[in-house]
């Protein structure tokens, strides 16, 4: 835990989408949850980063085949965002915003797929947590959604 958490003015910040259209038939309690499952999801991959960063530490041949430029980034945000007071910002796109929200971050993002044990069907992608990034650094997109 971090001793003192530092006002700043470019913070890190996470962003997680929720997707418009399902926000009613979801309700808060479940669009709550979600938005906790697509958190979840972006620590497993950072947790698995770390651990497969620590195995190839003493191999830099494999790490810099396995471990891309762009992996190591997001490992050193998550980490300041981390010990910075994890701050996060919740985000609704309507079902045209949420196509090129999952085009634009194709790779650098974690999909929630709802199982439909309750009230919206098996399969609704419901919401999309990005990995930590400078505020500034937030694309046009990004930028564009409403807070939710």
């Not at 530092?6 to 890190?12: G, L, M, N, R, S």
């Not at 609704?124 to 046009?140: D, G, N, V």
Request: contains cysteine.
């Amino acid at each position: 835990m971090v001793d003192e958490i530092v006002a700043e003015e470019d913070p890190i910040v996470q962003y997680i989408i929720v997707r418009e259209s399902l926000i009613v038939a979801m309700g808060m309690g479940k669009t709550i949850a979600q938005c906790c499952h697509a958190e979840q999801y972006i620590l497993v991959k950072y947790f698995k980063f770390q651990l497969l960063h620590a195995a190839l530490k003493h191999n830099p041949e494999a790490e810099a085949k396995i471990i891309h430029h762009e992996d190591n980034e997001h490992m050193r945000l998550t980490s300041k965002w981390l010990n910075n007071g994890c701050r996060k910002v919740i985000l609704k796109a309507d079902d045209k915003e949420w196509a090129k929200i999952k085009e634009e971050f194709s790779k650098n993002h974690a999909l929630v797929i709802d199982a439909g044990l309750t009230c919206i069907p098996a399969g609704s992608e419901t919401c999309i947590a990005l990995w930590p990034q400078m505020k500034s650094e937030r694309s046009k997109l990004i930028k564009r959604l409403q807070v939710l």
